[in-house]
């Protein structure tokens, strides 16, 4: 009978334990999820800027194109 205690005991804190840790994962997972969409947000607005820097960078280009070509 005591055999039968210890056994449910152990399996029962075992138990508990396999549960902590899968919460533990899971909080984990959450925050990585939420670290990677905050990424996945600052690489888009960074590849705006990027694009409108560009084309600035085309226009300033070709409005220098232009002046130089009046000059000659």
């Known amino acids: 009978m005591n055999d039968i ?3 449910v005991g152990r399996l029962s804190r075992q138990a508990g334990e396999e549960g ?3 919460r533990n994962a899971e909080k984990k997972l ?3 999820e939420t670290k990677l ?3 996945e947000n600052e690489n888009e607005s960074l590849r ?3 694009d409108k820097l560009t ?3 085309d226009s300033i280009a ?3 194109k232009q002046l130089s070509t ?3």
Do not use: G, H, W
């Open 5 to 7: 205690v210890f056994k």
């Open 20 to 22: 902590a840790e899968r």
């Open 30 to 32: 959450e925050e990585l």
């Open 37 to 39: 969409e905050r990424s």
């Open 48 to 50: 705006q800027k990027l």
């Open 55 to 57: 084309k600035e960078r």
């Open 62 to 64: 070709l409005e220098l």
């Open 70 to 72: 009046d000059v000659s």
